[in-house]
């Protein structure tokens, strides 16, 4: 585990007299969110280092809560008088005078679930410019179709302290890394994109670990490649296959947003009251949990101040629950589920994922592409939107192939799918026994950026819409 480095320099005193401030119009609860985070970004194209960047940031969020409304201001100046003056602007979504007895703080344990053997971060400019060279070769080395190669490492260690008015103390350091290759390769008139991107709360291990820096070269250049060759994909209802890993981002998309409990609270979720309906197929289990080790999207404790635990969201097709933080937690009268998250001080906390996935299942792989006569087979995907209140989506894949008589046949190209979550959820006829977890590439946005995980099997849909620019003849 990294060392918690006090970079605030606030001690429990001090601290007290800011949440005694901050409740003093007569909120029923506050905590401060101390945080200091120090970054880096390097981006080669070329052979040459095009941009090159760090960033530190220091600050407190002092967050008033009168029950269902938020008070919330940040200050980056942590002398005490400044701390108050945020307090009291937090304070001011209460409006009656209360007295406040003192609080009793109480430094609360829990497990870690990233360690790391050495941070990216802090480590020197040559060796990071190394790992980016070897990318960068292997993907020019791949082909002569290859015309453009970008490389980027970024790096972060975030040190986060939190104290509530409940006297909860709870310190931690969070480490990030994400390292992303994009090739273009080209073929007379056809240009195509290939991507290669992967890290999590690891550190230099990583690549020892998981995957080289000259294996995401490699890998980039090959699917732009293959996807010069790729035929225009058809168009209209067809069979989908979505493979492990990446293409879980379609579960966080279309399913994993309509059950953060803010969109519930407001009404506006496809999904709102519908606790113990069966929302899928008796096949489908999703589960939110931050505890998963080293993942982009885990976190020892919520930023809040809850510890993490797997959330059972969808159990054989019937809807469990919801993903709360301590507004929707209360309005709804259940158990915290920790995750109240946010992008940084400057912002108050939101029902946000994790690391979000869906249960293996026992289905071979090889025989769910067997039973198919005629469908798409999806690797990644660029991302998606989806419309909360209908659980409509868009997807665009980046990798995906042409599936006819059980066999994966041509590699496809411009297309997009479409569906709704729930009605998609309900079709899904075979879940393999082969899940992963993605390789740590996605950020969500949700007026805020949160590092998030995914994760699924193999799994068969019976049927989706895909766009494309040729009729599928039925």
Known sequence: MLPFMDHFDVDEETMRSVIDVALSKGGNYSDLFFGHAVGNRILMEEGIVKEGSKSISRGVGIRVLKGESTGYAYTEDL??????????????????????????????????????????????LSKKIEWIDKAENAAWDYSEHVKKVEVMLIDRIETIQILTSEGRLLKDTRPMMRFHVSVIAEKKDNRQIGISSG??????????????????????????????????????????????????????????????????????????????????????????????????????????????????????????????????????????????????????????MTVTYLSNGTSDPEEIIRSTDRGIFCKSFRGGQVDISNGDFVFVPIEAYLVENGRIDAPVKNLTLIGNGPDVLSKVVAVGNDFAFSDGRWTCGKGQMSPVGVGLPTIKISEITVGGSELVQK
């Open 79 to 124: 002398s005490l008088e400044k701390m108050k003056q945020a307090a009291l602007t937090a304070a001011a979504i209460a409006d009656s005078a209360k007295t406040v007895g003192s609080i009793s703080v109480s430094e609360v344990p829990f497990t870690n679930h990233y360690p790391v053997e050495e941070a990216t971060t802090g480590t020197s």
């Open 199 to 352: 890290g999590g709360r690891i550190g230099n291990e990583y690549f020892r670990l998981k995957k080289s820096p000259s294996e995401h070269g490699r890998d980039a250049a090959r699917q732009a490649v293959l996807l010069l060759e790729a035929i225009d994909a058809p168009a209209g209802p067809m069979e989908l296959i979505l493979a492990p890993a990446e293409s879980g981002v379609l579960l966080h998309e279309s399913v994993g947003h309509p059950l953060e409990a803010d969109f519930i609270r407001k009404g506006t979720s496809a999904y709102t009251d519908r606790v113990g309906e069966k929302v899928a197929s008796e096949l489908i289990t999703v589960i939110d949990d931050g505890t998963v080790k080293n993942d982009r999207g885990a976190v020892n404790f919520d930023d809040e101040g809850t510890l993490t635990s797997a959330t059972v969201l969808i159990e054989k097709g019937i809807l469990k629950g919801y993903m709360h933080d301590r507004i929707s937690a209360g309005v709804f009268g259940v158990p915290l589920t920790g995750n109240g998250r946010r992008e940084s001080y400057k912002h108050p906390p939101v029902p946000r």
